[in-house]
C-alpha cells in the first residue's frame, strides 16, 4: 500500500495563517480528509472531502489540494486550534480498498 | 446522536488475545452505507487503520494485522468487537472504534488505552 506523508511542526502566531501540507499518490485519485486531535482526545473531523466541513468547524479552517498533495490552511489561528491534525484517505493499491493516515503534523500557537 | 463507546481490559499479558467492544448508540450498525473501524494509536505516534466490518457483515483488514485480527458484529446488541491474537508490546496503543461512510470518518469513541505487559 502507499503512504502520507505530512510536514514537520508549525507554529503559528495567535490570529496568523497556518498551513499544513500532506501528500501522497492516493490524493490522486481520492480526496483528502482533515482531523484535529488535541491531547488525551479521540481525533475530530475538521476537513472531509477535499474542503468540507461538519457543522461546528469554524470557518477559518480550510483546505485545498493538487495533484498529490493536500493542505490544511487555518486563517486567523486561535489559541484553541493548538493540536496534531492527522490527514487521511482512502487507498487502493492493496488487493482491497483501506486507509491512510498521515504521520500527524504538531500545530504550536504562539 | 450517534455514539461509540470502546470498552475491554487495559492489560492484557503478551501471547494472550486482546479483545475489546464498540458499543454504537443513535444508529443500528446495521444501517447502508456506514462502515464500522478499529484504529489505534501507539502512545506518541500516529493513527494507524486496523481494519472494518461494514453494514453488510463483510469485513478488511490491514494487511500488517491481518493473520492475528477478527472483527465481528453482535447486530442484536448493535456492538462490533476487536480480537488481536498473540499480543506484544508493540500492541500496546490506544484503540479507536469510528464509523466512516465511505469517504471519511465521522464519528469516533474516546478510545481505550490497552497495555500489553507480564
Redesign the interface.
Known amino acids: ?1 502507499s503512504e502520507l506523508t505530512q510536514g514537520p511542526p508549525v507554529s503559528v502566531a495567535l490570529g496568523q495563517t497556518a498551513r499544513i501540507t500532506c501528500q501522497g499518490d492516493s490524493l490522486r485519485s ?2 483528502a ?1 482533515w ?1 484535529q486531535q488535541k491531547p488525551g ?5 475538521v476537513i ?2 477535499e474542503n468540507n466541513r ?1 457543522s461546528g468547524i469554524p470557518d477559518r479552517f480550510s483546505a485545498s489540494s493538487s495533484g498529490n498533495t493536500a493542505s490544511l490552511t487555518i486563517t486567523g489561528a486561535q489559541a484553541e486550534d493548538e493540536a496534531d491534525y ?1 490527514c ?1 484517505s ?1 487507498d487502493n493499491t ?11 503534523t504538531k500545530l504550536t500557537v504562539l | 446522536q450517534v455514539q461509540l463507546q470502546e470498552s475491554g481490559p487495559g492489560l492484557v499479558k503478551p501471547s494472550q488475545t486482546l479483545s475489546l467492544t464498540c458499543s454504537v448508540s443513535g444508529i443500528s450498525i446495521s444501517s447502508r452505507d456506514y462502515h464500522w473501524n478499529w484504529i489505534r494509536q501507539h502512545p506518541g505516534k500516529g493513527l494507524e487503520w486496523i481494519g472494518y466490518i461494514s453494514y453488510t457483515g463483510r469485513t478488511y483488514y490491514s494487511p500488517s494485522l491481518e493473520s492475528r485480527l477478527d472483527i465481528s458484529a453482535d447486530t442484536s446488541k448493535n456492538q462490533f468487537s476487536l480480537k488481536l491474537t498473540s499480543v506484544t508490546a508493540a500492541d500496546t496503543a490506544v484503540y479507536f472504534c469510528a464509523r466512516d461512510e465511505g469517504y471519511y470518518f465521522d464519528h469516533w469513541g474516546q478510545g481505550v488505552l490497552v497495555t500489553v505487559s507480564s
Open positions: 500500500s481520492y480526496y480528509n482531523y482526545q479521540a481525533p475530530v473531523l472531509y472531502n461538519p492527522y487521511n482512502r492493496g488487493s482491497h480498498p483501506d486507509w491512510l493516515f498521515g504521520g500527524g
